[in-house]
């Protein structure tokens, strides 16, 4: 089974930057490589929502409200994601967690790993 710690989270002011980084341990049955990794982010009272993703061949999907202010990257020698956010807005604020889509499917919300502990980033007006 396929684990992942997220890191990096903080408060920052509005328009501040910040870099999360998403680590992952065990295996989805494939090498991290080729599997796609999504960041995602859960608000207080609301679901899970797809921030980013990036496919194993370096392919980027954004979501319209970060379009522009995040870049997703990734470092496969360390398995690892990163999410660098600049421009930090107060509705960025949330919890924000990796995992792997199961066939790539970003958005279908079926994943290979649970949860795990996520990282806090709250945005101040």
């Known amino acids: 089974q396929v684990h992942f710690v997220e890191s990096g989270g903080g408060l920052v002011q509005t328009g501040g930057s910040l870099r999360l980084s998403c680590v992952a341990s065990?295996?989805?049955?494939?090498?991290?490589?080729?599997?796609?990794i999504g960041w995602y982010r859960q608000a207080p009272g609301k679901q899970h929502e797809l921030v980013a993703g990036?496919?194993?061949?370096?392919?980027?999907t954004y979501e319209d409200f970060v379009k522009g202010r995040f870049t997703i990257s990734r470092d496969d020698a360390e398995n690892t994601v990163y999410l660098q956010m600049n421009s930090l807005k107060p509705e960025d604020t949330a919890v924000y967690y990796c995992?792997?889509?199961?066939?790539?499917?970003?958005?279908?919300?079926?994943?290979?790993?649970?949860w795990g502990q996520g990282t806090q980033v709250t945005v101040s007006s």
């Open positions: 995992n792997a889509p199961i066939a790539g499917a970003l958005r279908s919300m079926l994943f290979f790993g649970s």
């Open positions: 065990g295996s989805t049955g494939s090498t991290f490589s080729s599997d796609t």
């Open positions: 990036i496919s194993s061949g370096g392919a980027t």
